[in-house]
């Protein structure tokens, strides 16, 4: 199968500097990508959709100048957490849409776990 | 270590039920859920289960869980076109902090 890849796996950082996560999609291009949330012992919040060469969507309660969003090319997006607080320690996964005259699928990269001390 | 597996694709007819499989590895899994993704959008979550429950339903959705033999089912009930969609099962491992393991997906097709 498709192969996605998220970095870093986990992340340590101090209140209020930010964050960058990479998403990358390995051997397929994806013009779209998706941004999830987790908290523990709760199933995914889709936070935003990342949509390539235009601004993302963002869902609601999400905040945009928060969690800045950038999907410059087919297999790159990225999640910058900005002025991060402890409360925005969580596990972020994203997912990255493979479209081909059969069928779409989503792959999962392996998430990345941010702990904001 | 952790795996799940899912078959890639089904097809039934509409007004038919749907079964979808899933079976998984860690005997420490915590709770274990089915999500739901349309053509273009993200994940939807459908429904969940504790590790200590058999069966739970909710409308048309049925799940069923055997813990012996690791195998969790989500069955559909009288089957729409627009339930056509791949279907995600997870489980959440006790003691990784929430993080989820994702099985591949299932393509369920529903023909008029």
């Known amino acids: 199968g498709a192969v996605v890849s998220q970095h870093p796996s986990w992340v340590i950082c101090k209140s209020g500097t930010s964050v960058k996560i990479e998403c990358r999609s390995l051997?397929?291009?994806?013009?779209?990508m998706f941004w999830y949330r987790q908290f523990p012992k709760q199933s995914l919040m889709l936070m935003a959709t990342?949509?390539?060469?235009?601004?993302?969507?963002?869902e609601q309660g999400v905040e945009k100048d928060k969690f800045l969003i950038n999907h410059a090319s087919l297999t790159l997006s990225t999640l910058t957490v900005t002025s991060a607080h402890p409360e925005d320690s969580s596990f972020y996964i994203c997912?990255?849409?493979?479209?081909?005259?059969?069928?779409?699928?989503?792959?999962f990269g392996q998430g990345t776990r941010l702990t904001v001390v | 270590g952790e795996d799940v597996e899912q078959s890639l694709f089904l097809s039934v007819r509409e007004g038919d039920s749907s079964v979808i499989n899933c079976t998984y590895t860690d005997s420490s899994s915590t709770y274990l859920y089915w999500y739901k993704q349309e053509p273009g959008a993200g994940l939807q979550l459908l429904t969940y289960i504790f590790s200590n429950m058999d069966m739970k339903q909710d409308q048309r959705l049925t799940v069923l869980l055997n813990k012996k033999d690791k195998h969790l089912s989500l069955r559909i009930a009288d089957t729409q076109t627009g339930d056509s969609a791949i279907y995600f099962c997870a489980e959440s491992i006790q003691g990784s902090q929430g993080n989820l393991i994702f099985g591949k997906g299932t393509k369920l097709s529903v023909k008029p």
């Open positions: 051997d397929f291009q994806a013009t779209t």
């Open positions: 990342s949509n390539e060469g235009s601004k993302a969507t963002y």
């Open positions: 997912s990255a849409l493979r479209d081909s005259h059969l069928n779409t699928e989503a792959f």
